[in-house]
C-alpha cells in the first residue's frame, strides 16, 4: 500500500504526517484508509533505519468537537500526545493548506484540545497550560522561592531542585554551566526513590533576565525506547522555576539543544504560552506492508 505523508519538525523533533481531513466525500489517491493500524504503521514509517525517521506519526482527521483533529503515535507504536512541536507543525500544515481559515484556533486531541495561533509563515504560538507542582498537585503562582524548593541526596551530594508539572512531573536544577556530564548526572538524580514514578529533568543556566539555556532529560520507557519530544515541556516549566526564584521576568527566551522558543507566561489566567517553529522538511510516499491474514 502507498501512503503520501509528510515529514515536518520543530526544533529537531520531527514527525510524519498524514492528511485524513476529507475534504471531498470521496478518498483522495494514497490518503490511508480509515481502518489501517496506525500503531504498525508507527513502527514501521518512524523507523530510522528502514523507514522515513522520525519521533512521532501524527493523523490529521475531521474533530468532533473542532473542525480539526490530530492523533499521535510514538516510535514503539503507543498512541501518545502530541508535543509541542508536534502542535506547532501541525497548526502550520492545517492553516497553509486551507484546513482552517482562523489564525487563532484550537487541535482535538486525545483528551482535550490545544489552543494555537499561527503567528507568521514559520512561528506558531501553543497553550502549554498551567503549572502545578507535582507533589501537592496545587496551581503555581509566583511566591517565595523557598516555598518550592526540594533537596535530596545523591550519592554524597546534596541536590537542590523545583518541581513543577505540565502534564508530566519535571526536576528543574539550575547550574552554572554544562561542563559535566548530563546525562548521566540526569540518570543518577532520576534513580532517586523521590522519582520512583518517572520524572524529567531539565538543567537551566540563567543568561540574563530574558535569557535561559537549557538541557534536558527524559526517562527511558520501559521498552528502553527514551521518549522524545519533551524540550519545549521542560522549558515552559524552567520559565516557571526561573520566575519564582527572582532569576528571569515572565517573557523570556530559551535556548534548547534544537534551537531557541520564547515563553510568555501570563499573570492574568496564569498560562503559560511557547512560540516557536514548525517547518516543512519533505513530501514522499511511503510503500507500507499491510499485515496478511
Not at 1 to 9: R, T
Given at each position: ?9 520543530g ?24 481502518d ?6 508507527a ?5 530510522r533505519?528502514t523507514?522515513?525517521g ?24 503507543r ?15 492545517a ?5 482552517v ?10 483528551g ?7 503567528i ?30 526540594r ?12 518541581p ?51 538541557r534536558?532529560w527524559e526517562?527511558?520507557?520501559?521498552e ?44 492574568g ?25
Open positions: 500500500m502507498e501512503i503520501d505523508f509528510l515529514k515536518m519538525q526544533g529537531g523533533d520531527d514527525l510524519v504526517v498524514l492528511d485524513r481531513f476529507l475534504r471531498g466525500e470521496s478518498q483522495r489517491e494514497n490518503e490511508a484508509p480509515a489501517l493500524d496506525f500503531a504498525r504503521l513502527l514501521s514509517i518512524l523507523d533505519f523507514g522515513v522520525g519521533n512521532s506519526l501524527v493523523v490529521l482527521g475531521r474533530g468532533g468537537k473542532e473542525r480539526l483533529s490530530a492523533r499521535g503515535f510514538d516510535a514503539a507504536g498512541e501518545a500526545p502530541l508535543s509541542s512541536a508536534g502542535l506547532r507543525c501541525v497548526a502550520r500544515y492553516s497553509d493548506s486551507g484546513i481559515s482562523e489564525g487563532d484556533f484550537r487541535i482535538e486531541t486525545t482535550n484540545a490545544a489552543r494555537v495561533t499561527v507568521d509563515s514559520v512561528n506558531v504560538r501553543v497553550d502549554m497550560g498551567m503549572p502545578f507542582s507535582p507533589d501537592q498537585a496545587a496551581e503555581i503562582r509566583e511566591k517565595p522561592a523557598a516555598s518550592f524548593t533537596g535530596i541526596l545523591v550519592g554524597d551530594r546534596s541536590v537542590s531542585y523545583t513543577v508539572s505540565l502534564g508530566t512531573p519535571r526536576a528543574i536544577l539550575f547550574v552554572d554551566n554544562f561542563d559535566f556530564p548530563v546525562a548521566r548526572t540526569a540518570r543518577r538524580i532520576a534513580a532517586h526513590p523521590d522519582f520512583a514514578e518517572g520524572v524529567g529533568i531539565g538543567f537551566v543556566q540563567v543568561c540574563d533576565r530574558e535569557n535561559l539555556r537549557i534536558t526517562a527511558p520507557r520501559r528502553g525506547i527514551a521518549a522524545k519530544g519533551g524540550d519545549c515541556d521542560c522549558a515552559a516549566a524552567a520559565v516557571v522555576a526561573s520566575v519564582v526564584h527572582g532569576f528571569t521576568d515572565r517573557e523570556c527566551f530559551a535556548q534548547l539543544a534544537g534551537g531557541t522558543v520564547f515563553l510568555q507566561w501570563d499573570e489566567d496564569n498560562r503559560i504560552y511557547l512560540t516557536g517553529p514548525g517547518l516543512y522538511v519533505f513530501t514522499g510516499t511511503y510503500d507500507f506492508e499491510e499485515a496478511k491474514g
